[in-house]
């Protein structure tokens, strides 16, 4: 690991910016100002940042219906990103994405995706691209276990080896998709091991960890990147959160929450890890920088102007 403090406090910002973004709208939900679906990622920061930390803005990224993380860490506005869920005009999608489908073009993140394993069809899609094209960009999707047992999750990774394609395709396995636990669900019992049998490398990692997570995306985006095709990584997580806003989370006891917030805390892991290399000083500065932002952001939202009536049918189709 060669990160300097630059890096590293960057990185401990990002998670940081997504937790207090993630914690804030759980509480923003409630006041019936939101629309929609909302969906949390609090507790899985150390996955979307140690990712994303080895990407940049000429590689592209798909996500889930629990998007705001991988959104963030692909460098999206936060400011913008709170608009648009909010369901305002100034939004990222000028208010019509919402949660579940918010993107930034921009940026490459292709966008949250409600349907159950429906990114990495998306993200080969954009890998075969920057091989024909010859970017020297990859593509990524994020995938939970739930989406890990897809049957289009398994074509396009067989299509991906087929095509050597520069793609990673990642999977967040928190343990449960939506209410089913993954040690009943996939019959492997192994994300990870049932992707190799396809024929690319593929790992498990520590998916509270930012370093045991950036070190494997390393890997396997340099790998792509050289031209030696796809690979899979399976993250070990946990959400704090119910599977939505509104889930009376009967899956869990508030002790087993309890329990992953104080031991299987992202943050809390990366503050240890590093403190020997980074003044506390400044992951504190870090803290309250990112909860001063992210009430400037709500505070913006709430003020702001929803979409015009006579804009009800622009941005929905693109036309070639």
Same mark, same amino acid.
């Given at each position: 690991m060669t990160l300097n403090e630059a890096q590293l406090l960057r990185a401990y910002q990002r998670m940081r910016d997504i937790r207090?973004?993630?914690?804030?709208?759980?509480?923003? +939900?409630?006041?019936?100002?939101i629309p929609g679906f909302i969906h949390l990622y609090s507790g899985e920061e150390a996955v979307a940042v140690?990712?994303?930390? +080895?990407?940049?803005?000429r590689d592209t990224i798909t996500s889930t219906h629990r998007g705001h993380g991988h959104c963030i860490a692909k460098g999206c506005d936060i400011q913008a990103m709170m608009l648009e869920i909010f369901g305002k005009d100034a939004g990222l999608c000028?208010?019509?994405?919402?949660?579940?489908?918010?993107?930034?073009l921009d940026k490459g993140m292709l966008g949250a995706n409600g349907i159950v394993g429906g990114g990495p069809p998306l993200a080969i899609g954009a890998a075969l691209t920057a091989k024909t094209l010859n970017t020297g960009g990859v593509g990524l999707s994020f995938t939970g276990d739930g989406g890990s047992n897809q049957g289009l999750t398994f074509e396009a990774i067989n299509m991906a080896?087929?095509?050597?394609?520069?793609?990673?395709?990642?999977?967040? +396995? +928190?343990?449960?998709?939506?209410?089913?636990?993954?040690?009943?669900?996939?019959?492997? %019992?192994?994300?990870?091991?049932?992707?190799?049998?396809?024929?690319?490398?593929?790992? %498990?990692?520590?998916?509270t960890d930012f370093f045991a997570v950036y070190e494997a995306a390393q890997r396997a985006i340099?790998?792509?990147r050289r031209g030696e095709g796809p690979s899979v990584i399976e993250t070990v997580t946990n959400r704090f959160y119910g599977h939505f806003e509104g889930d009376p989370g009967l899956i869990r006891s508030k002790e087993e929450i309890e329990y992953v917030k104080q031991h299987h805390d992202p943050l809390k892991i990366f503050r240890e890890k590093v403190k020997d290399q980074i003044d506390v000083a400044k992951l504190d500065a870090i803290d309250q920088a990112a909860k001063e932002k992210v009430d400037a952001a709500v505070a913006h939202a709430r003020a702001a102007a929803y979409p015009a009536p006579e804009q009800l049918l622009t941005d929905v189709y693109v036309s070639y």
């Open positions: 207090e973004f993630e914690d804030r709208l759980h509480e923003e +939900n409630s006041g019936g100002d140690g990712v994303c930390e +080895n990407l940049t803005d000028r208010g019509k994405g919402g949660s579940m489908h918010i993107a930034d080896v087929v095509l050597k394609l520069p793609v990673i395709f990642v999977f967040e +396995n +928190n343990g449960f998709g939506e209410g089913t636990a993954h040690d009943y669900a996939v019959g492997s %019992k192994d994300i990870a091991g049932r992707a190799a049998g396809f024929g690319l490398p593929a790992e %498990k990692v520590d998916g340099e790998r792509a």
